[in-house]
């Protein structure tokens, strides 16, 4: 299995622009997380869909994130305008079923940079 | 709050010593698990634990409902078990609250 994809693994872009990273989850996963990992925060849950449906998106900082699922193998997350202080790595993660008996598996991350 | 935290932050030991790193968290939860974050930043998850004790290799982590604590121990380490070490607490979401991790440095 190849694992969680995510795409893409490094982004500039300049303030203002629309930003969208990409993931794929595994294959027959049927939960999937993103978290945005900071230095000075370390990793947050931004959101996370079960069965392609969000189901806590608390975590989003405002309404410039958006995130979506349209299908089981396949979220999007879109920030829109992008600013300085967006500038992260992006995991994105997916196990097997809801509930906390179940292993997460990340992805390798996208590391965005907002000048 | 539910609140997460590890010690030491930082932790540097020569190669073949025995490592603790812990987690204390404030609330009770379903499960806690550890990640391991190497230098070029993949994370992997290590454990998941409700109770008593896992081992994997040369990797045993432990919990303590009652005390509401966890520790990861490393036995024999060596210079590639360098990497950030975060503990994650889980409720009765699938929602976790991350540690602020404990970077190692082994050294050979």
């Known amino acids: 299995d190849a694992g969680v994809i995510q795409s893409p693994r490094h982004e500039v872009t300049e303030m203002g622009q629309e930003v969208t990273l990409r993931c794929k989850p595994i294959?027959?996963?049927?939960?999937l997380f993103w978290y945005r990992q900071t230095m000075m925060r370390g990793l947050e849950l931004l959101i996370y869909?079960?069965?392609?449906?969000?189901?806590?998106d608390s975590g989003m900082p405002e309404d410039r994130f958006s995130a979506k699922m349209p299908n089981a193998s396949f979220s999007t997350l879109k920030i829109q305008p992008s600013e300085p202080r967006d500038s992260a790595v992006y995991f994105c993660?997916?196990?097997?079923?809801?509930?906390?008996?179940?292993?997460?598996?990340f992805g390798p991350g996208t590391r965005l940079l907002v000048l | 709050k539910n609140e997460v935290e590890q010690s030491p932050q930082n932790l540097t030991a020569q190669e073949g010593e025995f490592i603790t790193i812990n987690c204390s968290y404030s609330?009770?939860?379903?499960?806690l698990h550890w990640l391991q974050q190497h230098p070029g930043g993949g994370i992997v998850s290590l454990f998941m634990?409700?109770?008593g004790k896992k081992k994997h290799g040369r990797l045993i982590a432990t919990i303590n409902i009652q005390e509401k604590h966890s520790s990861l121990h490393i036995t024999a380490s060596h210079p590639r078990d360098s990497a950030v070490y975060i503990c994650?607490?889980?409720?009765?979401?699938?929602?976790?609250?991350f540690g602020t991790g404990t970077r190692l440095q082994v050294f050979p």
């Open positions: 994650a607490a889980g409720y009765n979401t699938d929602k976790l609250i």
């Open positions: 609330v009770g939860i379903s499960a």
């Open positions: 869909f079960n069965n392609n449906v969000p189901i806590d």
């Open positions: 634990l409700s109770s």
């Open positions: 993660a997916s196990s097997l079923a809801p509930g906390q008996g179940w292993t997460q598996y």
């Open positions: 294959s027959g996963h049927n939960s």
